[in-house]
């Protein structure tokens, strides 16, 4: 999922997408090139992201020439091991590439080794980190499915990430990472290389700490990694709390309905209004898993993206704080700091909008539900008095 | 089912009329409970026509108890007014007031249990608090309990006084007027002597060979009531607690977004006034659970009220089987007769048995004893015919009181469904003014620097 939308004008070189919906986006909206108003329909704002009125100077939506999307995880089982494999689809124009469709498959190894190339060759870069290789907490396999939806769509916005990158989009590891049929001949070596390289780094990083005079700018950015870090753990934390505690919620309310429709059964012209409230409450649950799934989908994935971007600008920090060409170090990190930066508030931006408004929308259903049994109810007392005027 | 045409005109006419009274979707709880009492009022017993009576306050008091033991205790003000205290733009006359204890209620309900066993008697509000969810107090002296305890008083008043049978009873009159003469006078009436009685025959096991068939349906749809109400007043209590929960936990944001954005410059003001709103919403839940309580509470009362039903299909089982034993009875002295005249014995009695061992009565001993039966026979005969009369009494006055009980029942809850429907748009409302405002500050974060860092 790229960070803006698709202005009308490009549907010329509109990906052919499938379903999903939150890929929606691209083909739903035709009315952003003015940055105007979201459209309303809630599935298309899963995942999407609003234009801003200032612009980005960094990269105009006008000229985004390059489309990625990643989809399609297949399982793969060989004599060996079983991994997921998934499709990586390319549209575009530039002239780097050979053409302007690619179709390739990668499996997650393959993302990590891109990752490292990137890293190493652009050592002063902000690199958007990568899904986790493993789930820490709680006992989820390898396969199952939310995990590879998860997975999918962070590596998705990996992808598109790095296509957004002034610098990194035209590298050569990235080309051909999306355009190789296999990739196996250009890997020259194991993914491991990074940890390995960043084990070393920080320990010379260690030995070498106070020795350098840093800039004021680094030391600000480090100061600011640690604050954003652990404000964003703890924005987090609320968040998955939040998505518990609505769960809990849920399980009572689905309890609550049953009740209702029970007690209907043994009365009699109770019944009625009984069995109505019934309906309401087990509407109104549904409602609630909806919401509770956005918050899942939307605002705690892109808050888990940004930890694992803290963690990376930490390691970052390291990595330049030793560089000798400071200078030429400075320059670049700094303009990538600040592309990193408003990225960072549009991206959030964006998901906190996204679930206040799911909030605006789970209410607001909620309200015709229950608004409708009042009508529902309000209409008898006037059959009631004819009747009895009539008597 | 619409009117037809006749009344099209009329129809048409509400129709508008009720569109316009849904808009009005602000009412209160508190207010949709005026509409039921206003209700009852209306259907006016003498009393209420009188009348007017409210319990408007509750007050703690410390004294000594039975075993002089200081203890505190709470008193709740009940004020009578005439009906017509409102003359046009006039000011209300002052009202007579008393103070009364939980405890004298108590006493009252008990004397009107005893003396009117045909009537579902209003049930009074709950002694202890039950059916609480964690932030709940279970405390007997919590000001929100007491609240909701003056207001339940209230409601039984009021109940009892638009009864038209209960109304009119001097005790109860008493009880909201004489505030020292009245526990004399209830205690004067002997109820309690027929309530020991009436405790034995409440709990004694009896079998009745003949029970009615609409008493039986009654008590079991009323166990039914009660049990499916206790199922539903359990449940909501939970899910109140995990509402509750999920609100409060939504304040974690204002606190972190306030921390957060003190190191942004950008995102800054945006998130802390977000963070305010999530406060906001946070403490939202307080008032909303607060009200939701009073619903609650309007579905105890009919889960008390069907103790009350429980109690009259007692009462006209006892009945039933004293006739049954009275019948019985009847039945073994004609028997014993008959034995006398034709000299057989059928019914093992001591006599009998005597009379073979020692021998037979002589003619004079014969005809003493036939007179005497025949007199007992004669007695019971009149004790049957009273027990009949009793019972065809009994199961009349009570149905029909148990009649007008149902309508009350569906109307009452049919309200409170409403209400409860009320509460929920309200907290609706409230949920999408929070989160529209938490919205829009977050679209008020710039993502653009104004110059690089």
């Known amino acids: ?177 999306l355009t190789a049929q296999e990739l196996t001949s250009h890997k020259k070596q194991g993914p491991g290389f990074l940890s390995r390289m960043g084990e070393t780094v920080r320990s010379v990083a260690n030995s070498v700490r106070g020795l350098k005079s840093r800039p004021e700018e680094f030391t600000f950015m480090q100061e600011y990694v640690e604050d954003f870090s652990s404000k964003i753990c703890s924005v987090d934390k609320v968040t998955q709390r939040i998505i518990k505690e609505q769960r809990e919620y849920l399980d009572e309310l689905k309890q609550y309905g049953p009740v209702y429709a029970q007690w209907a059964g043994s009365e009699g012209d109770l019944g009625e209004p009984l069995k109505a409230v019934a309906g309401c409450v087990e509407r109104c649950s549904k409602e609630t898993e909806e919401n509770n799934q956005h918050l899942s989908e939307v605002l705690a994935p892109a808050l888990h993206e940004y930890i694992l971007c803290a963690e990376t600008l930490k390691l970052q920090e390291e990595v330049d704080g030793l560089s000798d060409r400071m200078e030429m170090a400075n320059d670049a990190l700094k303009g990538d700091w600040s592309h990193w930066k408003k990225s960072m508030r549009s991206d959030l931006r964006s998901a906190f909008i996204s679930t206040a408004e799911k909030n605006v929308d789970y209410y607001e259903k909620c309200l015709a539900v229950w608004e409708s049994f009042l009508l529902s109810q309000r209409v008898e007392p006037i059959e009631q008095r004819d009747g009895e005027d009539v008597s | 089912m619409m009117a037809d045409s006749a009344d099209s005109a009329d129809s048409a006419d509400s129709g508008t009329n009720e569109v316009a009274v849904i808009g009005n979707t602000d009412l209160t709880s508190s207010e949709s409970e005026n509409n039921l009492i206003n209700t009852m009022v209306e259907r006016g017993t003498a009393l209420l026509r009188k009348m007017e009576i409210n319990v408007t306050e509750a007050e703690k008091r410390t004294g000594k108890n039975t075993v002089n033991m200081q203890e505190t205790y709470t008193v709740y003000l009940i004020e009578t007014r005439p009906a017509e205290a409102f003359p046009e733009g006039g000011q209300p006359s002052a009202p007579d007031t008393l103070w009364r204890r939980y405890s004298e209620f108590e006493l009252l309900r008990n004397y009107l249990l005893v003396t009117y066993p045909f009537v579902v008697i209003p049930p009074l509000p709950e002694k202890r608090a039950e059916f609480v969810w964690h932030k709940l107090s279970a405390d007997n002296l919590d000001p929100d309990f007491v609240e909701r305890r003056r207001v339940g008083l209230e409601n039984f008043l009021l109940r009892v006084a638009s009864h038209r049978v209960l109304s009119d009873d001097e005790i109860f009159i008493c009880f909201l007027t004489e505030e020292k003469k009245w526990k004399d006078a209830v205690l ?69 977004f306030s921390e957060w954005s003190a190191i942004e410059k950008e995102m800054g003001d945006g998130l802390q006034s977000a963070g305010h709103h999530m406060d906001t919403y946070a403490t939202s839940i307080d008032d909303i659970l607060e009200e939701e309580e009073h619903y609650a509470d309007q579905l105890k009362e009919y889960l008390f009220y069907t103790d009350a039903v429980r109690s009259v299909c007692k009462k006209q089982d006892l009945i039933q089987y004293e006739l049954e034993m009275a019948a019985q009875d009847l039945a073994n002295k004609k028997q014993q007769r008959d034995e006398l005249i034709n000299g057989t014995v059928r019914i093992f009695s001591l006599k009998g048995m005597t009379s073979k061992l020692f021998g037979q009565d002589s003619q004079e001993q014969r005809e003493t004893k036939l007179a005497a039966l025949a007199q007992s026979i004669e007695e019971g005969e009149e004790a049957v015919m009273e027990k009949n009369k009793e019972c065809r009494e009994f199961c009349k006055t009570a149905w029909a009181d148990i009649e007008l009980f149902k309508e009350q029942k569906d109307r009452d809850l049919r309200e409170a469904l409403i209400s409860y429907a009320i509460m929920q748009i309200s907290m609706c409302k409230k949920g999408i003014q929070v989160w529209s405002n938490a919205k829009e500050c977050f679209n008020k974060i710039h993502t653009c620097t104004p110059t690089l860092i």
Not at chain 1, 9 to 28: P, W
Not at chain 1, 141 to 167: G, M, Q
């Open chain 1, 1 to 177: 999922m790229s960070g803006q939308t698709v202005p009308a004008d490009f549907s010329g070189h509109m990906l052919d997408l499938d379903e999903d919906e939150d890929l929606e986006v691209f083909s739903k909206n035709t009315s952003l090139a003015d940055g105007s108003s979201m459209p309303n329909s809630p599935s298309s704002m899963v995942n999407q992201y609003r234009l801003e009125e200032d612009e980005e100077e960094q990269q105009d939506t006008n000229t985004k020439d390059l489309f990625i999307t990643v989809d399609n995880p297949e399982s793969q089982v060989t004599a060996i091991e079983t991994f997921i494999m998934y499709r990586v689809l390319t549209k575009t124009t530039r002239s780097e590439f050979d053409s302007s469709e690619y179709e390739v498959h990668r499996r997650y190894q393959d993302f990590l080794w891109l990752r490292s190339r990137l890293e190493e060759n652009h050592p002063t870069l902000i690199v958007h980190p990568l899904p986790e290789k493993f789930v820490m907490k709680g006992m989820v396999e390898r396969f199952n499915e939310d995990f590879i939806e998860t997975r999918r769509k962070a590596l998705h916005r990996f992808l598109n990430k790095i296509s957004e990158h002034p610098i990194l989009s035209f590298s050569q590891h990235f080309n051909v990472f």
């Open chain 2, 188 to 256: 004067e009436t002997g109820f309690q002597d027929k309530a020991d009685s009436r405790l034995k025959s409440l709990s004694a096991m009896f079998r009745v060979k003949n029970p009615d068939q609409q008493f039986t349906a009654l008590k079991h749809s009323s166990d039914e009531l009660n049990t499916v109400i206790s199922q539903l007043l359990r449940v909501r209590a939970k899910v109140a607690d995990r509402l509750y929960g999920v609100y409060k936990v939504h304040g974690n944001y204002g606190r972190v």
